[in-house]
């Protein structure tokens, strides 16, 4: 449980923003209007106006003249280090096994992209294990000052306890908070709901006419099949299990010697449904059509895919698909709102799916015994 501090939000981000909207607006001005007309253009206080101001000056973008009552700029916006360009550094934290995963790593690249194109500034920085090895925030980060933060890591409540007090927006990638019990706080989430995709699998095969479906490293969902095979009346026994194990997955011979087998298992049913579109699907897929089962045929089959470039389109193979460069540039999309809002806000954002037939499903044929294991 996050213990909250009663506090209130830093608003620098606030400043930032005026700052910015400051140097865009009157760049190459002889003279800045009065704090008073700048308050009323910009919608806000003259103490922001005044902060806002001090910013430009600590940053020598402003050149104050006060015994002839000017103020002008002196640097073009489209200098790198104005506010009017890359003006909100933002620390995007991963933990160390993300950058193991490419589909991580994918959300990364959208978030890198969509900073581009809004003029962020973005840094990241990878946890170090232990995570209770962090004392603070700026241990992470000594040479920036945040004004937001986008986490793709599982941290742990020391961690989000910091990003709360920070006061600055937080933007979470994945749904490992919907799991936790946390209070009050102010993050924002940003997932591809995982229940929903495979629902919406099950309910394609069985409006098909499926009831025998085999599906891999698919035992967390087990209660998700129970429900879906109640409401269609279909006898929960049909759905089969099968798994590869992790200690096996990085090991080349084993792995294909597990998707042999798999494929063998798989002369028992109709449908199969593999809730990833990794090397490991590849070398299933393989196995599958080395051992001679026609899909879809003998087998409908249906694999997710995160990514357009991955394998599965180019096999044709029917896929729900989901994009984690497209989550990444909602990630800062929504940070940039929140930052230009001045005020963090709490709340969830979900991705839908898209089922894409590339011709590997069809409706059920019977079972011949032909294609079963003698």
Same mark, same amino acid.
């Not at 104050?64 to 002008?72: D, F, L």
């Not at 993050?187 to 099950?202: A, G, R, S, T, Y």
């Not at 394998?311 to 230009?340: M, N, Y």
């Given at each position: 449980?996050?213990?909250?501090?009663?506090?209130?939000?830093?608003?620098?981000?606030l400043y930032? &923003?005026?700052?910015?909207?400051?140097?865009?607006?009157?760049?190459?001005?002889?003279?800045?209007?009065?704090?008073r007309?700048?308050?009323?253009?910009?919608?806000?206080?003259?103490?922001?106006?005044?902060?806002?101001?001090?910013?430009?000056?600590?940053?020598?973008?402003?050149?104050?003249?006060?015994?002839?009552?000017?103020?002008?700029?002196?640097?073009?916006?489209?200098?790198?280090?104005?506010?009017?360009?890359?003006?909100?550094?933002?620390?995007?934290?991963? #933990?160390? &096994?993300?950058?193991?995963?490419?589909?991580?790593?994918?959300? @990364?690249?959208?978030c890198?992209?969509?900073?581009?194109? =809004?003029?962020?500034?973005?840094?990241?920085?990878?946890?170090?294990e232990?995570? &209770?090895?962090?004392?603070?925030?700026?241990?992470?980060h000594?040479?920036?000052?945040?004004?937001?933060?986008?986490?793709?890591?599982?941290?742990?409540?020391?961690?989000?306890?910091?990003?709360?007090?920070s006061?600055?927006?937080?933007?979470?990638?994945g749904?490992?908070?919907?799991?936790?019990?946390?209070?009050?706080?102010?993050? *924002?989430?940003c997932?591809?709901?995982?229940?929903?995709?495979?629902?919406? @699998?099950?309910?394609?095969?069985?409006?098909?006419?499926?009831?025998?479906i085999?599906?891999?490293?698919?035992?967390?969902?087990?209660?998700?099949?129970?429900?879906?095979?109640?409401?269609?009346?279909?006898?929960?026994?049909?759905?089969? *299990?099968?798994?590869?194990?992790?200690?096996?997955?990085?090991?080349?011979?084993?792995?294909?010697?597990?998707?042999?087998?798999?494929?063998?298992?798989?002369?028992?049913?109709?449908?199969?449904?593999?809730?990833?579109?990794?090397?490991?699907?590849?070398?299933?897929?393989?196995?599958? @059509?080395?051992?001679?089962?026609?899909?879809? =045929?003998?087998?409908?089959?249906?694999?997710?895919? #995160?990514?357009?470039?991955?394998?599965?389109?180019?096999?044709?193979?029917?896929?729900?698909?989901?994009?984690?460069?497209?989550?990444?540039?909602?990630?800062?999309?929504?940070?940039?709102?929140?930052?230009?809002?001045?005020?963090?806000?709490? #709340?969830?954002?979900?991705?839908?799916?898209? *089922?894409?037939?590339?011709?590997?499903?069809?409706?059920?044929?019977?079972?011949?015994?032909?294609?079963?294991?003698?």
């Amino acid at each position: 449980m996050i213990m909250h501090d009663q506090m209130t939000m830093p608003t620098k981000f606030l400043y930032r &923003e005026i700052a910015r909207r400051i140097c865009e607006d009157f760049q190459g001005a002889a003279k800045l209007p009065s704090e008073r007309d700048l308050a009323g253009r910009y919608d806000c206080t003259r103490t922001t106006v005044r902060s806002a101001l001090k910013l430009l000056q600590g940053e020598h973008l402003l050149d104050r003249q006060p015994n002839r009552n000017k103020r002008s700029l002196v640097l073009s916006c489209e200098d790198t280090d104005a506010p009017g360009s890359r003006w909100t550094p933002v620390v995007l934290l991963l #933990g160390y &096994e993300h950058l193991k995963d490419p589909n991580y790593m994918d959300f @990364v690249a959208g978030c890198l992209d969509r900073a581009h194109e =809004e003029n962020l500034l973005m840094t990241t920085q990878t946890i170090p294990e232990p995570p &209770e090895a962090v004392k603070s925030l700026a241990e992470l980060h000594p040479q920036v000052d945040p004004a937001g933060y986008l986490v793709a890591a599982d941290v742990g409540d020391d961690v989000l306890g910091m990003l709360h007090r920070s006061g600055l927006p937080c933007i979470f990638m994945g749904d490992h908070l919907q799991k936790r019990d946390l209070g009050q706080h102010h993050f *924002f989430e940003c997932f591809l709901p995982q229940e929903d995709k495979h629902e919406m @699998v099950l309910r394609k095969f069985l409006e098909l006419g499926h009831t025998r479906i085999l599906a891999v490293n698919f035992r967390a969902y087990e209660e998700v099949v129970r429900r879906v095979y109640r409401q269609y009346d279909k006898p929960f026994e049909d759905f089969g *299990f099968v798994e590869i194990p992790w200690s096996i997955q990085g090991a080349l011979k084993p792995l294909q010697e597990r998707s042999a087998e798999i494929a063998e298992i798989a002369r028992n049913y109709t449908a199969m449904w593999v809730p990833f579109g990794n090397v490991i699907s590849f070398d299933i897929y393989m196995a599958l @059509v080395n051992a001679g089962i026609r899909i879809p =045929e003998d087998l409908s089959l249906i694999y997710a895919s #995160g990514k357009p470039e991955w394998f599965v389109p180019h096999f044709k193979i029917s896929t729900v698909f989901s994009s984690a460069w497209d989550e990444g540039a909602t990630c800062v999309k929504e940070l940039v709102r929140q930052i230009r809002n001045g005020e963090p806000v709490g #709340g969830v954002h979900y991705t839908e799916y898209r *089922f894409i037939d590339n011709g590997t499903v069809a409706p059920p044929r019977n079972i011949s015994t032909k294609h079963k294991k003698s």
